[in-house]
C-alpha cells in the first residue's frame, strides 16, 4: 500500500509494537491526546478550520471524513473560538470514540487488525500490525526526514509529534543513536519552522499529551 494516509492513523500505527502487537508502553498514556492533536492538524491542512491567536476558527462543518465532520460539528457549536487545549480537554470523554474511529480506519485500509485477547476473566481488544512492509516503508521514511531534513509541512507537522507520542524509543533502541536523533529532530525543527499559529498549535498539544503521561507516571510510583 503506497497510499498516504491521515496524521493520526500514521501516530497510531507507528505506536503500535511491531512484534507484540498493543500501544507501546511509552505510547501508551500519552497517545488519545497525541491524536486529538494530529487530527486538528489534518483539519486545518484540509483548510476545514484556521488558527487565530491560538485559537480555533472553524471554517467549514462539511466534510467526507465521519471523524473529522464529528469534530468539526463539536467545535462549532461553541458560542466563541477556544484555542485548542481547551479543545483537547473538552472532548477528553470522547477520547474512547476517536481512538477506535482511528483504528478503524486502520483495519480497513488492512494495516492493522483488532485481536481479541484474554487474562482470567478480563478481554480486550488490541491492535496489531498487518501490513509489517508499509509499516518499515514508514520507520524508514521517518529515519531519513529526522536524519538528512524534510521541508514539507506536514512532516514537519508529523515529526513534531514523535517524540510527545513516545515513538524515539522505538525507533531508535540504542540510546546513542536515539540521543543523535533527538538532536536532529530538534534542529530540524528549529531550522524548518511552520507557521507561528500553527507551531502555537502544536505546542499546546505537545504539552497536555506530555502532562498526562507525566501524571500517569507519577499515580503509578505511588501506588506501586
Known sequence: ?????????????MGINPEKGGISSRSYTAMDYVLLGTLFMELY???KISFDEKRIIVRTTSSDNQLHRFLLQK??????????GTWINKLYFSLKQIREEVQSGLVNQHLIK?????????????PVATNKQYLFKLERKIENDIFKGSSAEEDLIFLSFIEPAGILHRLFSDRKKRKQAKQQLKKLLLENRVSGAVADAITASQAIAASVAVSVAATSAVTS
Request: aromatic share 12%; hydrophobic share 40%.
Open 1 to 13: 500500500m503506497d497510499k498516504p494516509i491521515p496524521l493520526s492513523q500514521k501516530i497510531y500505527l
Open 45 to 47: 491542512l484540509e483548510k
Open 75 to 84: 467545535m462549532s457549536k461553541a458560542k466563541s473560538p477556544r484555542k485548542i
Open 114 to 126: 483488532m485481536e481479541t485477547r484474554r487474562f482470567l476473566f478480563f478481554k480486550w481488544k488490541t
